[in-house]
């Protein structure tokens, strides 16, 4: 296969009725037959993912900021990295990095070419448990270049939940578990015990998890599993501390009392992050921190792209990829220091997130919102969100697409003004490429919107 070969081979396995994502509907027993068929895909391959330990993360906000955090951290140590994130931005390939840099083609290409004769034996072999998805099949593809690439460490990101997300093949050197709430609850359950309990499958035995802030009622059920599997689990304010101090960041734990720790992602909630990221990494190996100077580098140079970026200046044009209730309260959090008067909102979501909850986050700055929609086929129209915002008390008008939405704003603000792109990270990607920050190639984008 050609790079546009492999894309269209694995994107030809998604969508919600083929399993890219978990289906709500089909019971425990159906959908655990996604780990069976990803450990399918690695018996075939040879186990790669048992040549190098791993750092699995999961959580319902910050497990892509702890990742990359992490990944940084284990890299400055000058060794070798892989990460495996999902969703991405631009192009599918960001989603299996080696050294922070997304494969190149000619590789993809070929971990598509390695699977493909192993996809094929595990359908004709065994029938009974289905055809490997989408993000089974990307999952083994990630696993199996980073042992071609003989790194030091992986850094695994959950796709969605943990307990039956294909990624929960791994048996990892350490885990992480990132601030929970409610998200995708058609999915992982209404309650936060409910998604405690899918983020918790992560949690393996006699294996150390690290676990950033949580509610009372998540944590609890945590405690729980980690007990019951005799994991030592590692919690945030008693066995590692991260908070505000006059210039920066205090990260207070076993590698020591940091203060005035400079971040490059911003916003209270990265503090949280980057604790959690430190503590991942000290259970990793303590030796990954033993240079603070060098730590300290790392952590104020970790680059996440859509997640609270300046894009653009006078006026100040920022992406985030809020996408639930509680990312928006954190985002309301991160500008409320920055601005001077009610900011320009853009907000495009996609049709199954909690618009009313996003909406009561963001009245208090009392924006100015501009409904859009992303041209992915998830996207919930703008009319939807102008009659939500009507019925909070909040005028919004429809900005078309995302370019458009986007020029309106920037036609209309004054140059000390704030526009903040928010909502999903189709739209983040696409107001990144409106300003020519980066570009979906067009083959991708067809397949992956239709």
């Not at 676990?211 to 609890?220: M, S």
């Not at 909070?392 to 986007?406: C, R």
Request: proline share 6%; hydrophobic share 45%; net charge negative.
């Amino acid at each position: 296969m050609n790079y546009r070969e492999a894309i269209r081979w694995i994107i030809d396995r998604a969508g919600y009725e083929k399993g890219f994502v978990a289906n709500p509907f089909i019971g425990d027993d159906v959908a655990a037959l996604g780990l069976r068929r990803t450990a399918a895909l690695l018996d075939g391959l040879g186990n790669p993912e048992r040549s190098y330990p791993i750092v699995h993360i999961a959580g319902t906000k910050g497990k892509g900021s702890v990742s990359a955090t992490v990944e940084a951290l284990i890299r400055s140590a000058g060794k070798r990295t892989g990460l495996y994130v999902t969703p991405h931005l631009h192009t599918f390939r960001e989603r299996i990095q080696i050294d922070a840099q997304p494969v190149d083609e000619a590789e993809f290409a070929a971990l598509a070419d390695a699977l493909e004769p192993v996809d094929q034996a595990v359908r004709k072999t065994r029938p009974e448990i289905g055809e490997p998805t989408a993000f089974e099949v990307a999952t083994a593809m990630a696993l199996l270049a980073f042992a071609r690439a003989e790194v030091d460490a992986a850094v695994v990101e959950v796709g969605m939940g943990g307990r039956l997300d294909a990624t929960n093949v791994v048996t990892p050197a350490v885990s992480a578990i990132t601030s929970i709430s409610l998200d995708h609850t058609a999915i992982l359950g209404s309650t936060l015990p409910e998604i405690a309990v899918e983020k918790g499958g992560i949690i393996k035995p006699a294996r150390p998890v690290v676990v950033g802030p949580q509610k009372p009622e998540a944590l609890a059920t945590l405690e729980r599993i980690a007990a019951e599997r005799d994991a030592l689990l590692l919690r945030w304010d008693v066995d590692w501390r991260a908070g505000s101090d006059e210039c920066g960041a205090r990260l207070d734990g076993p590698w020591g009392d940091w203060r005035n720790v400079e971040l490059a992602l911003a916003g209270p909630h990265q503090i949280e992050n980057a604790g959690t990221a430190l503590m991942a990494a000290w259970q990793l190996d303590p030796s990954i921190l033993a240079d603070e100077e060098r730590a300290r580098a790392a952590l104020a140079s970790v680059r996440w792209p859509g997640r609270f970026e300046r894009i653009g200046t006078a006026p100040d044009i920022y992406v985030d990829g809020a996408h639930n209730a509680d990312s928006i309260a954190r985002l309301v959090e991160t500008l409320a220091p920055r601005i001077q008067r009610p900011p320009i909102v853009i907000l495009g979501i996609s049709r199954d997130k909690d618009l009313e909850g996003m909406l009561a986050e963001l009245a208090s700055l009392q924006p100015r919102l501009i409904a859009t929609a992303s041209h992915n086929p998830r996207a919930a129209d703008p009319a939807r969100i102008i009659e939500a915002a009507a019925s909070q008390g909040m005028a919004a008008e429809d900005g078309g697409d995302v370019d458009a939405a986007l020029a309106r704003a920037r036609a209309e603000a004054a140059p000390d003004d704030l526009i903040v792109v928010t909502g999903s990270l189709y739209a983040v990607a696409e107001a990144r490429e409106a300003l020519g920050l980066a570009e979906t190639p067009t083959y991708e984008r067809a397949l992956l919107y239709t």
